[in-house]
């Protein structure tokens, strides 16, 4: 066949043979488990173990599926197989996609597994990664935070689901360090970006319950090797209320 299958037919063969509409699997999709597993604890851990992938984008209709994992957005196409919808990307990289109730799940080509739950009011021109990265910020740092030590002692800290921060004395803006560059420099550890009028610089942080510690980053890499943070003198210890 020297042309590709037409969507309408690839939407009738899954029809008849799934569950499923195939517009079922339309909108974006969030790795709520690494959101859960990281309540209280660990960030860096949680995100190890339900990583890699953090949210998918699935468009039927035009047979596109885009995920990404914290650091970069994947584009692929999406074609009707065993069943199931495949996602299909550069390099020869498929990903099964089916559905179990409300929730999607994903198997690679290596058989490693993930869910991911919809998001139900996800603004149409929202970046992808943008909804997983809300969703967490607001579950893992959303509410009230007192400074109980280091400067600005005694203040009212709200970190928002879109970066910004109030009551950190001379920062307006944050980004917790959820995979790339900016996570690989600090090892294993919880790292975040702070910063003001655009001028920032890495934190360690360790998160234990109610209870956040923010730490200086300090560089133990020579001047013409990859950054190797590990965590410093702590700067500030907060409490949620």
Not at 36 to 51: E, F, I, M, T
Not at 204 to 216: A, H, N, S, V, Y
Not at 219 to 240: C, H, I
């Amino acid at each position: 066949m020297r042309h590709a299958l037409p969507l309408a037919l690839a939407a009738l063969l899954l029809g008849g043979c799934a569950s499923h509409k195939p517009e079922d699997y339309n909108g974006i999709w969030i790795n709520q488990d690494a959101i859960d597993a990281a309540d209280g604890g660990s960030l860096r851990q949680a995100l190890n173990k339900n990583g890699p992938v953090l949210e998918w984008k699935i468009d039927t209709a035009n047979q596109q599926a885009s995920y990404s994992n914290g650091f970069e957005a994947v584009d692929g196409y999406l074609s009707a197989k065993d069943e199931q919808w495949q996602a299909s990307f550069s390099g020869g990289q498929t990903e099964q996609l089916s559905l179990s109730g409300d929730k999607l799940r994903t198997t690679s080509q290596t058989g490693e597994k993930q869910t991911f739950m919809r998001v139900k009011a996800a603004p149409a021109n929202a970046p992808l990664g943008g909804s997983f990265e809300k969703a967490l910020y607001t579950a893992y740092l959303g509410g009230e935070w007192k400074i109980v030590e280091g400067p600005g002692k005694g203040a009212t800290v709200r970190f928002a689901d879109n970066g910004s921060v109030t009551g950190l004395p001379n920062l307006d803006r944050y980004a917790l360090c959820l995979a790339g560059d900016c996570a690989d420099m600090g090892g294993d550890n919880d790292s975040l970006w702070l910063e003001r009028n655009q001028r920032g610089a890495p934190w360690m942080f360790k998160r234990d319950g109610d209870t956040l510690e923010i730490l200086q980053a300090v560089n133990r890499a020579q001047p013409d090797e990859k950054p190797q943070l590990t965590a410093g003198a702590r700067q500030w210890v907060l409490e949620r209320d």
